[in-house]
């Protein structure tokens, strides 16, 4: 069996599949990404309720068997 790859993000294993170590980083490395512009939108909304320097996306990347 070939090895696979997900990435565990914010403690939530997400769906997609990848064939390589290095695609699954990227992604991880994307949805990184995403987060803080997401946190930085919450906190021009409204600063009192989100402070976009304590939010910190984790995530692992998980070898799993196709």
């Not at 403690?11 to 997609?16: A, I, Y």
């Not at 939108?41 to 976009?52: A, F, K």
């Not at 304590?54 to 068997?65: F, H, L, M």
Request: net charge negative; with cysteine; glycine share 4%.
């Amino acid at each position: 069996m070939m090895e696979k790859y997900k990435v565990l993000f914010n403690d939530e294993l997400q769906d997609e599949v990848f064939d390589t170590e290095e695609e699954a980083e990227e992604h991880a490395l994307y949805l990184c990404s995403c987060a803080r512009e997401g946190a930085e939108i919450l906190h021009m909304s409204n600063p009192g309720d989100y402070d976009e320097d304590d939010y910190e996306a984790e995530y692992e990347i998980i070898e799993v068997e196709e």
